[in-house]
C-alpha cells in the first residue's frame, strides 16, 4: 500500500488518494471470506487518515499489517535519488538497516504492534535486507519473484529462484534451510503449461538470444507453448489467472499468492488502470480468481500464516 506517485522518486508530499479505495477493495475479500495483507509503506504509515483506515479493518480481525520498503521515501535520507538506488539491496547496508528501523517504528507506532511480513520496493531485495529482517523480528518476506531478471533496472536476478515457499537463513535468502528463522512465500508467478524449471530454461536461452527474441517469446505464447504469467490483476486477466492457479496446484505448489499495487485501486495513479473501466475490469479480474480459490475448498490466509516446507 502506496502513496500515488508512480515513478516519482521524491521524499515527500506524496499524495496518498488510492488509499481511500482501501475500504471497496476490503468489501471484495469479505464476500469471499479473504484475509490480505497489506504491506504499507513510510508515507502511508505515518498519515493518521490512512492510518484510520486500516486499523477498522484490522480491528475487526479481516486483515494483516506488514511492511513495504520504498528506500526514496524512507529516512534517513542519505543516498543520492536514482534508479540504481530505488533498489533497497544496492545501499550500504548500515543505511538498509536503519531505513527499515524507521519503517518499522512507525508501523509500530501507528498500529501498536510489531509487523513480520515484508516486501521490498521494486523487489529490491538481498541478503543485507535479510538480515536486517532477521534483527528486528520478522518471520515472513514476499520479495523474491520467480522466473524473473531485474538486471535492466539495476536490480537482482530471480530468474532461478524456487516458486515455492521455502525457510531460509538470512546469510542466504536464496538457498532453503530447513533450520531457517524466515520464510520466503514468494508472488506466484509461473507458465500455463506443465513443467515450470524446463519452459523456464528455454525461456532464458531464448531471452540471451539474438535482438528478436522477444518477438520469439509472443509467438510461443500465442500458440500456447510458453506462457508466462504473474497472479497479479496487473499482469494477467482473471482466465489467465485461474489458468495459472490450476498449473501452480498441479506442480505441487501448496500457496497462490496474489499480489497488485494499491495505486492500481484508481485510474492513472499507476501504469496498469487508465480509465474507470479499467479498475471495474481488474476488481473484477481479483473476484475471479477469489472465487476460484473458494471453489476448490482452499484456506485464505494472511502472509503470517505461513508454509513450513520439507526438503525437497
Known amino acids: 500500500m502506496e502513496e500515488d506517485d508512480w515513478g516519482n ?26 484475509i490480505p495483507t497489506y504491506l504499507i509503506d ?22 494483516e499489517i506488514g511492511t513495504h520498503c520504498h528506500p526514496w521515501n524512507t529516512p ?13 539491496c544496492n545501499l550500504p547496508p548500515d543505511l538498509v538497516t536503519r531505513k527499515l528501523e524507521s519503517l518499522h517504528e512507525s508501523i509500530e507506532r501507528g498500529f501498536h504492534f510489531a509487523p513480520k511480513s515484508f516486501r521490498a520496493g521494486r523487489w529490491g531485495f538481498g541478503t543485507d ?16 519473484t520467480p522466473f524473473t531478471d531485474w538486471k535492466i533496472y539495476q536490480g537482482p536476478d530471480f530468474s532461478e529462484a524456487s ?30 503449461q506443465k513443467n515450470f524449471p524446463l519452459r523456464n530454461r528455454i525461456r532464458r536461452k531464448i531471452m540471451n538470444g ?17 506462457s508466462l504469467r504473474w497472479l497479479s490483476p496487473e499482469m494477467s486477466g482473471g482466465k489467465d489467472m485461474v489458468r495459472l492457479s490450476q ?3 498441479a506442480s505441487g505448489n501448496p500457496v497462490l499468492n496474489l499480489s497488485f499495487h494499491s495505486t492500481s485501486l484508481l485510474p492513472s495513479k499507476g501504469p496498469f488502470t487508465q480509465t474507470e473501466e479499467d479498475v471495474k475490469n481488474f ?9 476460484f480459490v473458494r471453489n476448490q475448498g482452499m484456506e485464505f490466509a494472511p502472509l503470517s500464516k505461513g508454509v513450513v516446507q520439507a526438503t525437497r
Do not use: W
Request: net charge negative.
Open 9 to 34: 522518486l521524491k521524499t515527500r508530499d506524496h499524495s496518498l488518494e488510492n488509499i481511500q479505495q482501501i475500504p471497496a477493495l476490503q468489501a471484495v475479500f469479505d464476500c469471499y471470506g479473504a
Open 42 to 63: 513510510f508515507p502511508v504509515s505515518g498519515d493518521e487518515e490512512c492510518r484510520k483506515i486500516f486499523r477498522k479493518i484490522l480491528e475487526k480481525g479481516r486483515c
Open 76 to 88: 534517513p535520507f542519505e543516498e543520492d535519488l536514482n534508479e540504481r538506488n530505488s533498489m533497497l
Open 129 to 144: 535486507v535479510a538480515h536486517c529482517l532477521e534483527s528486528l523480528g520478522y518471520g515472513f518476506d514476499t520479495s523474491i
Open 163 to 192: 516458486p515455492f515457499p521455502y525457510r531460509f537463513a538470512s546469510r542466504n535468502a536464496f538457498q532453503e534451510e530447513t533450520g531457517g528463522v524466515l520464510q520466503e512465500i514468494p508472488p506466484t508467478i509461473g507458465f500455463l
Open 210 to 226: 539474438p535482438l528478436s527474441r522477444m518477438r520469439l517469446i509472443g509467438l510461443l505464447d500465442k500458440l500456447n507453448l510458453l
Open 247 to 249: 498449473a501452480v496446484i
Open 283 to 291: 476488481l473484477r479480474d481479483i473476484r475471479m480468481f477469489l472465487e
